[in-house]
């Protein structure tokens, strides 16, 4: 008589909230779990009809959300972009007692405010750029005008990516500091953070963290500026590969220990208890990895290659990291190179048209390519862009070369005169790889 070990595994209906290619990216591999009964994504896109079914709720109305996962039998929620974490949906899910994956609003003010962080940066000593805050374009500018150039400057809260200018010269910073005070940025609530320009190399690290814990789940290099050659405004994101060739396991550990596991504490201390990913964003210079941000989300598009690699069951690993279960996490990271390269619609960061014809895009996933989408929407027979990032192009290859290669061949198939996207993704990695 054969005897079934095979343990039988329970099953979850999960809700995935966001509509970026970060989601798309992670609803894919949740969607890839045994655990994974059935996925829904609120609101979701163009491209994540066939992992999952996409409900429309307004994620600002706690009590929707709160009836909708109990009239569906949710067991777990996820939830994607910064601004339901800033608004506390985490919080009131998890009073409701629905297990969610991501930080409170409290633990949130590490992405929502960026005087939070700095504050917290000096008392626990966290490595980070010298500053200073002002509430007041007169006394912010009499500031910038007795200080070297270049400074930069930062709105003081959220603004989807554009809160902060490098300004290189006077006229650039006061225009900056007019900006953060004119109510441009409107949830920054009009307070600026003033800081000292690092010189160094960007990497973006990620760490599941849960309460004083962390450990480490993946590095980046992002790609933030709109044109090639890192020229023109900031946007949230134009391109990335993974893993960043600077971030070593000591430059991980080095991280680690002197930046997060500090934060950590000083949260814990004052009470606030971080469950989540914490993603870093750091200049390593001469003396060493500094903080810029915190973020306490996956980045976009980040995210997308992080996926990519990720060959453990990302499910369990959320579930482990919501259930205080970190310690049993090992991520198994692929040892190929992912990169995106995200198509935008052709004035994005500034104004856009929506609503063009994206074609092309049949049959175009393939083993080691997909396809993310974001700003994209099924209308009238046609996938339509409908936001200002709306592709994510993305490959796996041996080395950085073959990636960047699979990626752009991929981009040249698909039709679409309204977009654009960046020809150097990677190029920086690749020299460097080659100088060495
Ligand atoms: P943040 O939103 O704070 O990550 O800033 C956006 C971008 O501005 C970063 O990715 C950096 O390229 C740049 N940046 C931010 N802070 C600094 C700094 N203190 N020194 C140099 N560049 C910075
Ligand atoms: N790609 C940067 C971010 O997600 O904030």
């Not at 895009?361 to 709306?390: P, S, W, Y």
Request: proline share 4%.
């Amino acid at each position: 008589m054969s005897v079934n070990t095979q343990k039988t595994v329970e099953k979850m209906n999960i809700l995935l909230i966001g509509s970026g290619g970060r989601e798309h990216a992670l609803g894919w591999r949740i969607s890839q779990s045994p655990k994974c009964r059935k996925l829904f994504i609120a609101p979701g896109n163009g491209g994540v009809e066939n992992i999952s079914e996409r409900i429309d709720l307004d994620i600002s109305n706690h009590d929707d959300v709160l009836t909708f996962c109990e009239l569906t039998n949710i067991n777990f929620v996820v939830i994607g972009p910064e601004a339901p974490l800033i608004e506390g949906l985490t919080d009131s899910l998890r009073n409701a007692g629905i297990l969610t994956f991501s930080p409170s609003s409290a633990a949130a003010q590490l992405e929502g405010s960026k005087h939070f962080t700095k504050t917290l940066c000096d008392q626990m000593n966290v490595p980070t750029a010298d500053y200073r805050y002002f509430t007041d374009a007169v006394s912010a500018k009499q500031y910038v005008a007795h200080t070297p150039i270049p400074l930069v400057i930062k709105a003081d809260g959220p603004a989807d990516g554009k809160g902060v200018t490098v300004a290189k010269t006077l006229k650039e910073a006061y225009i900056a500091i007019d900006s953060c005070f004119d109510g441009l940025f409107k949830k920054s609530k009009s307070k600026v953070i003033i800081e000292e320009f690092l010189t160094g190399e960007e990497v973006s690290m990620f760490f599941l963290c849960e309460g004083r814990d962390a450990i480490p789940f993946g590095t980046a290099k992002d790609y933030k500026h709109v044109g090639d050659g890192n020229t023109g405004p900031n946007t949230g994101g134009m391109g990335a590969y993974s893993p960043s060739p600077l971030a070593n396991d000591a430059m991980v550990n080095q991280v680690l220990n002197s930046i997060i596991l500090p934060s950590l504490q000083g949260l814990s201390d004052s009470g606030i208890s971080f469950s989540g990913i914490l993603f870093a964003g750091l200049i390593i210079g001469d003396d060493g990895p500094k903080l810029i941000e915190y973020n306490t989300r996956f980045g976009d598009p980040e995210c997308q290659v992080l996926m990519m690699r990720l060959q453990s069951d990302l499910l369990t690993t959320l579930l482990d990291c919501a259930q205080g279960r970190l310690k049993e996490v090992t991520p198994i990271w692929s040892n190929k190179i992912a990169l995106t390269v995200v198509m935008a619609a052709s004035g994005y960061p500034s104004l856009y048209k929506k609503n063009s014809q994206i074609k092309g895009l049949e049959n175009i996933d393939h083993d080691n390519v997909h396809v993310f989408h974001a700003g994209t929407e099924h209308i009238n027979n046609q996938i339509q862009a409908i936001r200002g990032r709306v592709l994510n192009v993305t490959a796996l290859g041996r080395t950085l070369l073959e990636a960047q290669k699979k990626a752009y061949d991929f981009v040249k198939k698909i039709d679409w005169p309204e977009g654009f996207y960046r020809r150097d993704i990677g190029f920086q990695g690749i020299q460097e790889k080659e100088n060495n």
